[in-house]
Each structure stands twice: as structure tokens, then as C-alpha cells.
């Protein structure tokens, strides 16, 4: 019973070391220091279980002190936040006056005083806790310098020269967004056909380092009898300047995250993209979200006013970070799908009832993914979200991003070849894509420049689709992704 107790430990032990590694290589901690910390500390583990010859005391002090100054070390190196720091502080204080308490409560018993190394212990538990206090202040100081700084570099980029006017004649327009960028595995992004699915897939995007910078984008639409709207709503400052900071209210955002995952500029900014376009993010009435994910509801803490519309099986069972939707959880809106079929879609949502914006359920890459399609003179805008990364992901043979697994991906499958058929019914639609890397995407913004695509920039745009894939939706010779190393982040290929 003794051996099978060790030997469960040592199962328990081994697996949260290597889940303690497995997120220091998603720091950035180099290959050869990894291995030799887990090398300390896997002999550790068996010291203490099995000393033998060794012994425990010589295990703890041989084994165990560098294994923990180790930890100590790889924790401040790449762990740490400041906000960090009040939390340890009185962590430490806390174990402090118990350990005085404890040594108290012994000597006590036996009529003696507390011993010196008790008194010890207690004033260093309530100096640490003072410390844990007075800390509080200047790390609020130091996430307010940090907000300081991103407002005076986006009220610099408002003032920039060349921001445009709105035009007021009664049409419906729609404005490209590029509001960040997300660093992903190059797999995660155009390997799902190789391996990248379900929870193997997903501890892969931990530790590979083939990486590739993909843009996010969102899309503003100016209705005449609806308003201003949002097709999602990108990343936000705190996400790429202060991440640690930003994800603080959730540990587990914070360890299996990168720090550099999302990069900003302040022209980039949704509220600066939106201002410089001549509208007012405040004017912004409705925000169609195509899922929970981060890159597309980091710009919800800026439209608390807005109605936010997304499906509630994203919303009940989706992978979202409940503080992002701290200021629009009390105006969100889900679609029943009562309003019939279209195209190849059995089901839809008319939002208002006059055929102008339809909701279409995409599941499969989130639980309650959507994606949105708009009526506008000349064609109709088919807003994808993830359900495709990009144009070339429309080839499923051929390209595919990394997949949930099991019913998750028969379902995004089933949705990407309704979207094909729904392409292939309407020859004046044309897709739009939340992460598209291609040379599609510059002829999106060439033909949305004002907004206006009409007729002609909606056949250029199925031109160019035309261009990549066959009829039968096969890649044309020059089209196929390829990842290409670089110093550092790598790039996309296409050959």
C-alpha cells in the first residue's frame, strides 16, 4: 500500500511538472535550461519518494534547494507581474504568522514562553504584511502610467492628418478595420491538416515556436435606417501593452497566454480607426460579435452602450474571459434562427426583420460561432469570423486551421461547406474574412476604400476568388500556404 502511495505521488508530481514546464516553454525559456531544471527536479521527486542511500535530508538539500531557487528564479523571470507582488507579499506573511502561531502554540503547552524564532517569525509575518499593503499604491501608480501613456499616443494618432468625413446619402457602408495583430503558431493557422486538432492540437500551440503575425480585423457598418454597427471588435490596449495586468483577474489566461500574443498601434486602436473614418464609437449602436473569443471582444470595454448580439451557446458555453464582458453583459442580444433558410443555411436569423443583416449559425470552431451577412447595393457582405481564416482556407482538401475536435470540427466542416454553397449560389457576394493574411484581403480594403464596393468591386472580389480557387474549390498553382523561418516570428509563403 506504501509502494502504490509513492507511486500515485510520483504520477501527480511528475504530471504538474509537466504542466510547470510545458508553460515556461510557452515563455520563451530556452530548450537546453528546460531540460535541466526538469532533470532537478524529476531527481527531486524520486529523492524525496526514494531516497535509498541518499537519504531525504541530502535529497531536500542537494536536490531540493536548487530545485527551488530554480523555480524561484524561472517564476520571476518570465511569471512575475507587479500586480504580483502585493499577493506574494502577503502570502508570505500569512505563512509567517502561522509558523509563529504554530511554534507558539508548542511551547505553550508546556508552560514555556515563545521561543526567540517564533517572536522572529511573527514580526517578520506583520513587517510583510505591511509591506503587502504599502506595495498596493505603487502598483496602481504603475498600471495608471501605463494607461496614461496609451491615451496620450491615441489622442496623438486622433490628430493626425488626413481623417476623413462621413457621407450622409442614405447608403449602406462598410469599413474594413485593422485593429491588432495576434501571433499564432503557423500550425494553429493552416495546419489543421496536419495533426492540429482537438487537445493534442492545442498543446502544440503551447510549445511550438513556428510562428507567424496574422492581423485581426473588424468591420464598421453605416446603415441609413439602422445606425452604426459592429461586426466585431478586435483586441484592445491592455491586451498587447498590458497583458499581465489586463488577465490578472484569471490566472490560467495569464500562465497559458504569451505576453506578445497581441500587439496594438495606437492608430490601430478601435476607437482611433473609428474616429479617423469621421464616426464616434459612442454612436455605435449594435455589435454583431461571430464569437467569445479574445481577439474579437477586446473592444467591447469601449461600446457599454451598444446592444450586443452573439449566440447563446457562446455566451453559456464558449471560451470567453467574463471580464472583457464586464460592461455589455446586461445588453446582450441572441438570435433565435426563426427566420428560415438561406442559400444553403436551414436555418437564419433576419435581425430586423427587412432582410438587410441575416445571423447564420456557424458552430464548430466556438460552440456558438455566427456568421453575418449584409445587404448592401450591388451585393452582399458575408462576414466569416473564424469559421474560414482566410480565402485559401476554402479549399477544406487542402487548407484547414487547427480544428476543436470530435463533433466540434464535423461541425465547423459542415459549416464551411454551407458557406461554399451559399458563395456558389450568389455570384454577387463576396466573403470577408476576421484574419486573412492574403492578397485577398488588399483587394478587400481597395474595394470598401469608401465603403461603396457596388457591383463592380463585388465582381472584383469573386474575380479575384476566382483567381486562387478552381469552381470545385481546389487551389490554383501559387496559392498553397508554406510556413518560411525568420528571425524570430516567421512568415506565410504562398507557392
Known amino acids: 500500500m506504501k509502494t502504490l502511495g509513492k507511486i500515485a505521488l510520483a504520477v501527480l508530481g511528475l504530471l504538474m511538472a509537466a504542466v510547470w514546464l510545458v508553460i515556461l516553454r510557452l515563455k520563451d525559456v530556452p530548450p537546453v535550461a528546460l531540460v535541466t531544471y526538469g532533470v532537478v527536479l524529476v531527481a527531486f521527486l524520486g529523492g524525496v519518494l526514494w531516497p535509498g542511500r541518499l537519504g531525504r535530508r541530502r535529497a531536500l538539500l542537494f536536490l531540493g534547494v536548487p530545485a527551488g531557487l530554480g523555480t524561484l528564479a524561472l517564476y520571476f523571470a518570465v511569471v512575475f507581474y507587479v500586480t504580483d507582488a502585493p499577493v506574494l507579499l502577503g502570502a508570505v506573511a500569512v505563512a509567517c504568522l502561522m509558523a509563529a502561531l504554530a511554534g507558539a502554540v508548542r511551547r505553550g503547552r508546556g508552560g514555556a514562553v515563545p521561543s526567540r524564532r517564533a517572536l522572529l517569525t511573527g514580526g517578520a509575518g506583520i513587517l510583510l504584511g505591511v509591506l503587502a499593503g504599502l506595495s498596493t499604491g505603487p502598483v496602481a501608480r504603475h498600471r495608471s502610467e501605463i494607461e496614461a501613456r496609451w491615451r496620450r499616443e491615441t489622442q496623438a494618432a486622433l490628430r493626425a492628418p488626413g481623417a476623413r468625413r462621413p457621407v450622409a446619402d442614405g447608403r449602406v457602408r462598410v469599413f474594413p478595420l485593422h485593429v491588432g495583430d495576434t501571433v499564432v503558431p503557423y500550425g494553429q493557422f493552416y495546419g489543421g491538416l496536419d495533426g492540429w486538432e482537438g487537445l493534442p492540437g492545442y498543446v502544440r500551440t503551447l510549445v511550438d515556436k513556428a510562428q507567424i503575425t496574422v492581423p485581426v480585423h473588424a468591420y464598421l457598418i453605416d446603415h441609413p ?120 443555411f436551414p436555418e437564419s436569423h433576419d435581425h430586423f426583420g427587412d432582410g438587410s443583416v441575416v445571423l447564420l449559425p456557424t458552430p464548430g470552431h466556438s460552440p456558438g460561432h455566427l456568421c453575418v451577412a449584409l445587404r448592401m447595393d450591388g451585393g452582399t457582405a458575408l462576414f466569416l469570423g473564424d469559421t474560414l481564416y482566410t480565402l485559401p482556407h476554402l479549399a477544406l482538401g487542402q487548407v484547414r486551421q487547427m480544428t476543436v475536435g470530435g463533433q466540434a470540427t464535423a461541425d465547423q466542416l459542415k459549416a464551411a461547406e454551407r458557406v461554399r454553397r451559399t458563395l456558389a449560389a450568389d455570384p454577387a457576394m463576396a466573403p470577408l474574412f476576421a484574419h486573412d493574411n492574403t492578397a485577398y484581403q488588399k483587394e478587400v480594403a481597395t474595394a470598401f476604400r469608401e465603403g461603396l464596393p457596388e457591383a463592380d468591386g463585388f465582381r472584383r472580389l469573386r474575380d479575384h476568388l476566382g483567381g486562387v480557387l478552381t469552381p470545385d474549390w481546389l487551389l490554383r498553382p501559387g496559392h498553397a500556404p508554406a510556413f518560411a523561418p525568420g528571425e524570430g516570428v516567421g512568415r506565410v509563403e504562398f507557392r
Open 225 to 344: 435606417r439602422h445606425g452604426l454597427m459592429l461586426v466585431d471588435t478586435g483586441v484592445n490596449w491592455a491586451q498587447a501593452h498590458d497583458h499581465d495586468g489586463y488577465y490578472r483577474h484569471n490566472l490560467a489566461s495569464r500562465l497559458l497566454t504569451e505576453r506578445n500574443e497581441y500587439q496594438l498601434t495606437p492608430e490601430q486602436d478601435l476607437r482611433v480607426r473609428v474616429a479617423r473614418l469621421g464616426y464616434d464609437l459612442k454612436d455605435v449602436t449594435t455589435v454583431f460579435l461571430t464569437h467569445v473569443h479574445e481577439d474579437h471582444a477586446g473592444g467591447l470595454r469601449h461600446l457599454a452602450h451598444a446592444r450586443v448580439v452573439l449566440d447563446r451557446r457562446d455566451w453559456e458555453q464558449g471560451t470567453l474571459y467574463a471580464h472583457t464582458f464586464e460592461e455589455v453583459q446586461d445588453a446582450l442580444v441572441f438570435p433565435a434562427y426563426g427566420s428560415g433558410p438561406f442559400h444553403a
